[in-house]
């Protein structure tokens, strides 16, 4: 287990490999281990020394936010985090990859500070965070998020109605992950998260863009894979068929050929249906 002390308190991360450096974030309420057998699989190649942080509020990393709650759990925060995680680390420059969440987080990273940004590749992540799950989407507002902190079998039920068709290791990874959230971080992030809008801003990127969406995603509509082609010119689009939210689990092994492609080549072939 590796940290660093941020300005909000202990960034948790991990790492593993040697070679040049890549940056991966997850989304809500997971943590750094939804890319495990991507890490293992790109160290092995010893091509990459390969980082997945933990966001603060999420996994290890740190719950209280120095006082300073309302802002450190936001979109624009976690890009704050991912900048200093590489000042302290003395990476110049990286590709980023994000898992929901933290695919929209790399996107806003690039588009902040888009001379530290190698190349992105986002897995169902929202370019429009209206296009959540009408449930996540309540799970934003304070009061709910209260009423469903206060009886836990409500959010496990909740849990259950939208991990129904994920397997058994999405399902446990997640029913892991949620009890080692605290409630600011759980609403305060999808909240954020529901009211971004990057259409627009994605205009301005200049550099290699990888969308990999779920065909069957229930949690971050496959639409959005449709929004990023639009918005970046430098952008391509893998469609897995097969995949829900979590297509690094549902194939891993055309996922880890999509990924270890784009990273080797600077962009992907083409547009591509995995089926």
Do not use: C
């Amino acid at each position: 287990m590796s940290s660093i002390v941020t300005e909000q308190g202990i960034l948790h991360y991990e790492s593993i490999g040697r070679g040049k450096p890549i940056i991966l974030l997850h989304g809500w309420i997971n943590s750094w281990d939804v890319w495990r057998d991507q890490m293992i699989a790109l160290a092995k190649t010893r091509q990459f020394r390969v980082y997945a942080l933990d966001f603060w509020g999420f996994g290890d990393s740190s719950k209280t936010g120095n006082g300073n709650s309302k802002s450190t759990f936001q979109i624009d925060s976690y890009v704050e985090m991912v900048h200093q995680f590489m000042d302290a680390l003395g990476i110049v420059r990286a590709p980023i990859f994000g898992h929901s969440m933290g695919g929209t987080v790399a996107l806003q990273m690039a588009l902040t500070y888009p001379d530290r940004v190698d190349k992105v590749a986002v897995v169902g992540s929202p370019i429009v965070g209206r296009s959540l799950n009408p449930i996540l989407q309540l799970a934003g507002y304070g009061s709910i998020a209260k009423l469903v902190w206060r009886y836990p079998f409500v959010l496990h039920s909740i849990m259950r109605i939208l991990l129904a068709g994920d397997s058994t290791a999405v399902r446990g990874m997640i029913f892991r992950d949620v009890q080692r959230t605290t409630i600011e971080s759980f609403f305060k992030s999808i909240g954020d998260l529901r009211e971004t809008d990057l259409r627009n801003a994605l205009a301005n990127l200049d550099l290699p863009i990888l969308g990999i969406y779920g065909a069957k995603d229930n949690i971050v509509s496959p639409s959005n894979s449709e929004l990023l082609k639009q918005s970046v010119g430098n952008s391509k689009i893998t469609v897995f068929q097969n995949s829900r939210h979590f297509p690094m689990t549902d194939e891993p092994d055309e996922f880890l050929k999509t990924m270890t492609t784009f990273l080797q080549n600077g962009s992907p072939q083409s547009d591509l249906a995995i089926s």
